[in-house]
């Protein structure tokens, strides 16, 4: 891929320039140019006021598709033992607020075998249309055959906008159907509004390690894909509405994949589920070591909660790695998040910014944390929390 400057529509604004972070961009006689140091970033082409720069892919044809003809959001179910994922549901609230804003469908599509006795519980959350794929191989996943059969559905109904969650199985098909359709797919968004001007759906995730916050859209590609974290978007509350249903049953046999399931291992020890955990506490850089965490583990232990941590107390070997929160670890939405010597990096943010009540603890008074939290105590936490302790202490010893 190459940026391309088309050279009549330039006017020498510099406005390129100036955006660019890497300097690999400079004017000549008054013609913006693209040099060697370029690193595909994009922000020039958002930055062009007179859209004279542009993405230009060198192994196909730029092709120009009609995008009225694609109509709709769809949601891609994710299931595993006959239960559908919470993920899936929490897309579903969101792409009703999306399509509603287009005034399009909403479509749940599920590639299954076993869903006929489900599909009416299903239809209480709010789409208009059920798309049943069902096939008895579909009872578990397999990569290939999800490619292909949701290429051909979105090759055949054109789709708008599609909607995944960012889990593993999602994160296996997901880009392989974007590269098939030539589409454009935005991973780990925590946020998901349209243009309706453009219909463009703008996806923000972070970047940078966490440290900003991008925007993305495709405004010459469709669909436009993404993938959502658990935890990112509320449940749909139930309604009763009349949903339409369609099967369509596929007659793959085992030797139409290529590869096969020999056996499907559950877990192989016990794992953390900080995503249903009512309460939480957790710790960051500002606990000081592993021995001090200990303190965090006690207030977790009174509270009955589960205990969390930030990137830097995985990386430094405070906590294990199945119980880190942020971008690179789990999306948690408790009742009560109590953030220890936390600072508030985007990167943690993003996993614990849906949290009902978010309590902050740290010495530093401008720590990002306390723009996110509902209650903030300023002060060392390994005197604020030893005092925490005894008094949730006396609250049990009352009751």
């Known amino acids: ?70 109509k709709g959001v769809w949601v891609i179910a994710e299931h595993y033992k006959k239960k559908i994922q919470i993920v899936s549901l929490q897309l579903l609230g969101k792409g009703r607020e999306l399509a509603d804003l287009l005034q399009v469908n909403l479509s749940f599509v599920i590639l299954g075998s076993d869903f006929d006795d489900k599909l009416e519980e299903l239809s209480l959350y709010g789409m208009d249309e059920i798309i049943y794929i069902k096939s008895p191989i579909l009872k578990d996943y397999y990569s290939d055959l999800y490619t292909k059969i949701i290429t051909e559905l979105v090759l055949k109904n054109k789709p708008e906008i599609i909607l995944i969650g960012a889990t593993p199985t999602g994160r296996d098909f ?47 590609s469709r669909p436009q894909m993404a993938t959502v974290r658990t935890g990112i978007f509320s449940m749909p509350e139930k309604v009763k509405k009349k949903v339409s249903i369609r099967k369509i049953e596929y007659e793959f046999k085992e030797k139409d994949s290529v590869s096969k399931i020999i056996k499907i291992i559950s877990k192989t020890k016990h794992s953390v589920n900080l995503e249903d955990a009512k309460v939480i506490v957790a710790g960051g850089r500002g606990v000081g070591s592993r021995e001090k965490f200990r303190i965090i583990e006690e207030l977790a232990e009174v509270l009955d909660a589960e205990l969390g941590g930030s990137r830097i107390t995985v990386e430094l070997n405070w906590l294990d790695p199945d119980r ?76």
Not at 196 to 211: A, I, K, V
């Open 1 to 70: 891929m190459s940026i391309k400057i088309d050279e009549e529509l330039c006017t020498g604004c510099a406005s390129c320039v100036k955006t660019c972070m890497y300097d690999a961009i400079e004017l000549d006689n008054n013609i913006a140019k693209v040099l060697p140091s370029c690193t595909l970033c994009r922000a020039c082409i958002e930055a062009c006021p007179e859209e004279a720069i542009s993405l230009e892919r060198d192994d196909i044809k730029a092709q120009k598709i009609d995008l009225s003809q694609y």
């Open 174 to 220: 997901a880009p392989r159907v974007a590269k098939r359709l030539n589409a454009g797919l935005t991973a780990d968004c925590t946020g998901l509004e349209i243009n309706l001007e453009t219909r463009d759906l703008l996806q923000t995730r972070p970047t940078y390690g966490g440290s900003i916050m991008a925007t993305i859209r495709t405004p010459s």
């Open 324 to 399: 880190q929160i942020g971008q690179t670890g789990k999306t948690v939405t408790p009742k009560l998040y109590i953030a220890c010597g936390i600072s508030g990096a985007i990167q943690h943010i993003v996993g614990m910014q849906n949290s009902e009540i978010v309590v902050a603890i740290n010495k530093d008074p401008n720590a990002p944390i306390f723009n996110w939290a509902h209650y903030g105590i300023v002060g060392d936490l390994h005197e604020i929390v030893p005092v925490l302790i005894q008094e949730f202490k006396k609250l049990k010893f009352e009751e």
